[in-house]
Structures are given as structure tokens and as C-alpha cells.
């Protein structure tokens, strides 16, 4: 797909979002508002939602990234998140097409970087709104990260030994699906997994 192709799919979805916005939408993602716009912490950068864009930091985001925030504005609903029991991707209904995807683009990208992000745990964590794993979570080292206000997702490494390889799980917070189409959840694993691989270059 082009990045027009990308950028018309955000475009729709953001009309669609301003043809029936719900009541207190600023509530239900919950962010801020500012006349017809709308603003949240996504990815740990500043998105700005309104009829005629969106933006992070100011800038256009890529285009899949507007597809994600238009998709999360367009499904902002009242629910609160709930954290756990966390869940695997693989474990939310629907997800079975996407299943491979998500394991190369979130999980597997991460691998050969183990090391340096366990050098840098408290800069993910604060960039991405993030804190300590639960403490149901084991591995080697883990923590917890917000890319969007109302999902969350918990990364847990695996260092190599002797016998074993470095691995990396990501789990999601246990209604994530609530608020975004399995799709979407997917590529918004991929694309923390790439926001955590930027901050540590």
C-alpha cells in the first residue's frame, strides 16, 4: 500500500470519527480537548487529533502510525482498561491471521537487541508511560509500557545461557481488544517494539 493509500484510509476514518463524535470523546481516550482537536500520549510523543490531521510532536505521522491513531480515535469507548490477567496475542478472538506477523514484527525484531534495551529499561519506561511488570510476570528482566492511553503491554526477556537463545514475549493488557480491531493491535505492538528499538540506537 502507498503512503496515499495510507494517508486517504486516516483521512476517512478521521471523517467518519468527526461526522458522529461521540460525547465526551476527550473522556473516553481520555486526553484533552481544544476546541474541535483532540490531544493524547501516544508512542510517547504528543498526538494532536483533529478534523484535518493528526500530528505527533507536530509532525505528520507515517502513515500506517495515522492509520493506528484515527482506528483508536474511532473506537474510544467508556470502558476503563483492565491490566490482568495479561494476554497473549494469539489469545484474543480473531487474532489467528495476524498471529505470525505479530510474533516477527513485535517479538522476533527485538531479539538481537536484548542486551541494549536492558540498558535502557528506564528510558522505555518513561518515554512510553511505563512502569514495573506485574508481579505475575517472570523472565530475566520485564517491564510494563502505555503506547496508547488505554493499552498497555508488558515485554519479557529472555538473555541467552548456555542452552538457550535470547527471547522476547509481549503481552497485552487483558481488554486491549476493546479498543482497537485486532489488526490495529497488532501493528501497535509492532510499531512500540520499533519506538523501543529507536530510543536505544
Same mark, same amino acid.
Given at each position: 500500500?502507498?503512503? =496515499? +493509500?495510507?494517508? $486517504?484510509?486516516? $483521512?476517512?476514518? #478521521? =471523517?467518519?470519527?468527526?461526522? +458522529?463524535?461521540?460525547?465526551a470523546l476527550e473522556e473516553r #481516550?481520555?486526553?484533552? @480537548? +481544544? *476546541?474541535?482537536?483532540?490531544?493524547?500520549? /501516544?508512542?510517547?510523543?504528543?498526538?494532536?487529533?483533529?478534523?484535518?490531521?493528526?500530528?505527533? =510532536?507536530?509532525?505528520? !505521522?507515517?502513515?500506517?502510525?495515522?492509520?493506528?491513531?484515527? #482506528?483508536?480515535?474511532? +473506537?474510544?469507548?467508556?470502558?476503563?482498561?483492565?491490566? %490482568?490477567?495479561?494476554?497473549? &496475542? $494469539? %489469545?484474543?478472538?480473531?487474532?489467528?491471521?495476524?498471529?505470525?506477523?505479530?510474533?516477527?514484527?513485535?517479538?522476533?525484531?527485538?531479539?538481537?537487541?536484548v542486551q541494549r534495551i536492558r540498558?535502557?529499561? *528506564?528510558?522505555?519506561?518513561?518515554?512510553?508511560?511505563?512502569?514495573?511488570?506485574?508481579?505475575?510476570?517472570?523472565?530475566?528482566?520485564?517491564?510494563?509500557?502505555?503506547?496508547? !492511553? $488505554?493499552?498497555?503491554?508488558?515485554?519479557?526477556f529472555y538473555e541467552a545461557d %548456555?542452552? &538457550?537463545?535470547?527471547?522476547?514475549?509481549?503481552?497485552?493488557?487483558?481488554?486491549?481488544?476493546?479498543?482497537? !480491531?485486532?489488526?490495529?493491535? /497488532?501493528?501497535? *505492538?509492532?510499531?512500540?517494539? @520499533?519506538?523501543?528499538? %529507536?530510543?536505544?540506537?
Amino acid at each position: 500500500m502507498t503512503t =496515499d +493509500n495510507y494517508l $486517504k484510509l486516516a $483521512k476517512a476514518n #478521521l =471523517d467518519r470519527l468527526y461526522d +458522529n463524535l461521540p460525547d465526551a470523546l476527550e473522556e473516553r #481516550l481520555p486526553g484533552w @480537548k +481544544n *476546541g474541535s482537536a483532540y490531544s493524547f500520549s /501516544a508512542f510517547g510523543r504528543l498526538c494532536v487529533i483533529a478534523p484535518d490531521g493528526i500530528t505527533l =510532536d507536530g509532525a505528520e !505521522p507515517p502513515g500506517v502510525i495515522g492509520i493506528l491513531l484515527s #482506528l483508536y480515535a474511532l +473506537n474510544a469507548v467508556p470502558d476503563l482498561p483492565v491490566l %490482568e490477567p495479561l494476554k497473549a &496475542f $494469539k %489469545e484474543f478472538p480473531d487474532s489467528a491471521p495476524y498471529v505470525g506477523a505479530f510474533a516477527s514484527h513485535t517479538e522476533q525484531i527485538l531479539i538481537p537487541a536484548v542486551q541494549r534495551i536492558r540498558s535502557k529499561t *528506564g528510558l522505555i519506561m518513561e518515554r512510553l508511560s511505563g512502569g514495573a511488570a506485574p508481579s505475575s510476570i517472570s523472565g530475566d528482566f520485564a517491564f510494563l509500557v502505555r503506547p496508547l !492511553p $488505554k493499552i498497555f503491554l508488558s515485554y519479557i526477556f529472555y538473555e541467552a545461557d %548456555e542452552d &538457550f537463545p535470547p527471547s522476547v514475549t509481549c503481552l497485552f493488557s487483558n481488554n486491549a481488544n476493546r479498543f482497537m !480491531p485486532m489488526d490495529g493491535l /497488532a501493528d501497535v *505492538g509492532e510499531y512500540t517494539s @520499533k519506538t523501543i528499538l %529507536e530510543m536505544i540506537r
